[in-house]
């Protein structure tokens, strides 16, 4: 490496209380590409600086070189959960792009349903499901064609590489302004309003909750689940993944779904791989090879 692009890795790549420098960012950047598919340009190194930052100030560190090293070490090895957790964007709500909400309502709940009763497995999985809103709308969504769906062998799958935010989700408790989208009428059957303090918050009841399995899993490992879907969304995350980790997962979803499976997928992502073909917006199925 010459002097010259030493220097510029070593200089600042965005200025504040702890030194953080190019090289430090690439080291992070590098770590988080493999680890979960997540792709950071520089234009990403302030946000990574600014969450980040706190993990140095709790864990009593000078700089990122030290938080750099330390993340390499056994003792690190936790450090590398919190930094990824750091670094995810959680964003969610219930109902999240309702149009997705409408298909599944009207297109493939009452289809599933009828299926179920016969006595067949029905399953659907929330790929990216952060804090739960997404399972728990696709649970409210069956629940409106099927009241009484849990008698029937209907399961939602919910998984998130993050930890804690699927514990979270599992908990299944939501402040008053993030249950605004769910109607009235659906809230009130199938959530317990509680207090926390001064604040209100909503529990979604055990007849929802017992339709969702939470577990962690990182889309670009392993998936130990065995049995194909009937419905899968994966939304709002393969964007912060590059183009052939994209790929990636759409051809492993084309694996684990049925004949007449829907994919739901972001409002700004998009499938270009052969043997999907378009359902509707931003809704896929399997088509020809
Ligand atoms: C912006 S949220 C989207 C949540 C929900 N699907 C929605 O559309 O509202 C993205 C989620 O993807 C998760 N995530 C990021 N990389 C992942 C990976 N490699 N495997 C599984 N989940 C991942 C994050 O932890 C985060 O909860």
Same mark, same amino acid.
């Given at each position: 490496?010459?002097?010259?692009?030493?220097?510029?890795?070593?200089?600042?790549?965005?200025?504040?209380? &702890?030194?953080?420098?190019?090289?430090?960012?690439?080291?992070?950047?590098?770590?988080?590409?493999?680890?979960?598919?997540?792709?950071? *340009?520089?234009?990403?190194?302030?946000?990574?600086?600014?969450?980040?930052?706190?993990?140095?100030?709790?864990?009593?560190?000078? *700089?990122?070189?030290?938080?750099?090293?330390?993340?390499?070490?056994?003792?690190?090895?936790?450090?590398?959960?919190? $930094?990824? *957790?750091?670094?995810?964007?959680?964003?969610?709500?219930?109902?999240?792009?309702?149009?997705?909400?409408?298909?599944?309502?009207?297109?493939?709940?009452?289809?599933?349903?009828?299926?179920?009763?016969?006595?067949?497995?029905?399953?659907?999985?929330?790929?990216?499901?952060?804090?739960?809103?997404?399972?728990?709308? $696709?649970?409210?969504?069956?629940?409106?064609?099927?009241?009484?769906?849990?008698?029937?062998?209907?399961?939602?799958?919910?998984?998130?590489?993050?930890?804690?935010?699927?514990?979270?989700?599992?908990?299944?408790?939501?402040?008053?302004?993030?249950?605004?989208?769910?109607?009235?009428?659906?809230?009130?059957?199938?959530?317990?309003?509680?207090?926390?303090?001064?604040?209100?918050?909503?529990?979604?009841?055990?007849?929802?909750?017992?339709?969702?399995?939470?577990?962690?899993? *990182?889309?670009?490992?392993?998936?130990?689940?065995?049995?194909?879907?009937?419905?899968?969304?994966?939304?709002?995350?393969?964007?912060?993944?590059?183009?052939?980790?994209?790929?990636?997962?759409?051809?492993?979803?084309?694996?684990?779904?049925?004949?007449?499976?829907?994919? &739901?997928?972001?409002?700004?992502?998009?499938?270009?791989?052969?043997?999907?073909?378009?359902?509707?917006?931003?809704? &896929?199925?399997?088509?020809?090879?």
């Amino acid at each position: 490496m010459s002097a010259s692009v030493a220097r510029v890795r070593e200089s600042a790549i965005v200025e504040g209380e &702890y030194p953080f420098s190019r090289r430090n960012f690439e080291q992070i950047a590098t770590f988080l590409r493999a680890n979960t598919g997540i792709a950071l *340009n520089e234009a990403k190194a302030a946000l990574v600086y600014s969450r980040l930052a706190k993990r140095l100030r709790l864990l009593g560190l000078r *700089n990122f070189d030290e938080y750099c090293r330390y993340i390499e070490t056994a003792d690190g090895a936790q450090e590398q959960h919190e $930094m990824i *957790n750091a670094l995810t964007t959680n964003v969610t709500r219930f109902y999240r792009e309702p149009h997705h909400f409408d298909h599944l309502r009207q297109d493939m709940a009452p289809r599933l349903v009828q299926l179920a009763k016969q006595g067949k497995r029905v399953r659907l999985w929330s790929a990216a499901c952060s804090s739960g809103e997404e399972p728990y709308s $696709m649970a409210l969504t069956m629940l409106d064609v099927c009241p009484d769906v849990e008698r029937y062998d209907v399961k939602i799958l919910a998984t998130d590489i993050d930890a804690k935010i699927v514990a979270r989700a599992r908990l299944g408790v939501y402040r008053e302004e993030a249950v605004a989208p769910i109607p009235a009428a659906t809230r009130e059957r199938w959530m317990a309003r509680e207090r926390d303090g001064a604040a209100k918050q909503w529990r979604v009841k055990d007849a929802v909750r017992s339709l969702v399995t939470f577990n962690e899993l *990182n889309l670009i490992g392993s998936w130990p689940m065995r049995g194909q879907f009937d419905v899968i969304f994966c939304r709002n995350v393969v964007i912060y993944f590059e183009n052939d980790t994209q790929e990636l997962i759409w051809r492993r979803f084309k694996e684990v779904m049925k004949a007449d499976a829907r994919l &739901y997928i972001g409002h700004s992502e998009r499938i270009d791989v052969p043997g999907f073909e378009s359902a509707g917006l931003t809704i &896929y199925k399997l088509g020809d090879v």
